[in-house]
């Protein structure tokens, strides 16, 4: 049974940072695209970042690029985002998911998901 489950979401003020972590069971990373989206309330779910695991290839959306940084542990077999200089426009529920179709933005590209995990930025 495959699972994926993010943890390290909660509250922080703006400026101020989080690292989730997504932790994988009944799947080996290394042949997927791992990605994190996130949805805020009233509003469709969208691309945060991604890594080939393979390849370490990264991407980010334009709203975090060089705020937050995507890596991987091939031991734990975890993906984590580190979110730095957090905006209240970063508030929503964080997802990874899990690909085998390559690099892409897309949610409908990514077959396996976690529960997510709440990030909310006071202002």
């Known amino acids: 049974q495959v699972q994926l489950v993010e943890s390290g979401g909660g509250l922080v003020q703006a400026g101020g940072s989080l690292r989730l972590s997504c932790a994988a069971s009944?799947?080996?990373?290394?042949?997927?695209?791992v990605g994190w989206f996130r949805q805020a309330p009233g509003k469709e779910r969208e691309f945060v970042s991604h890594?080939?695991?393979?390849?370490?290839?990264?991407a980010y959306a334009d709203s975090v690029k060089g705020r937050f940084t995507i890596s991987r542990d091939n031991a734990e077999n975890t993906v984590y985002l580190q979110m730095n200089s957090l905006k209240p426009e970063d508030t929503a529920v964080y997802y990874c998911?899990?690909?085998?179709?390559?690099?892409?933005?897309?949610?409908?590209?990514?077959?396996?998901w976690g529960q997510g995990t709440q990030v909310t930025v006071s202002s």
């Open positions: 998911a899990g690909s085998t179709r390559g690099s892409s933005t897309a949610p409908n590209e990514y077959a396996y």
């Open positions: 009944g799947l080996t990373f290394r042949h997927y695209t």
């Open positions: 890594i080939s695991w393979w390849s370490g290839t990264t």
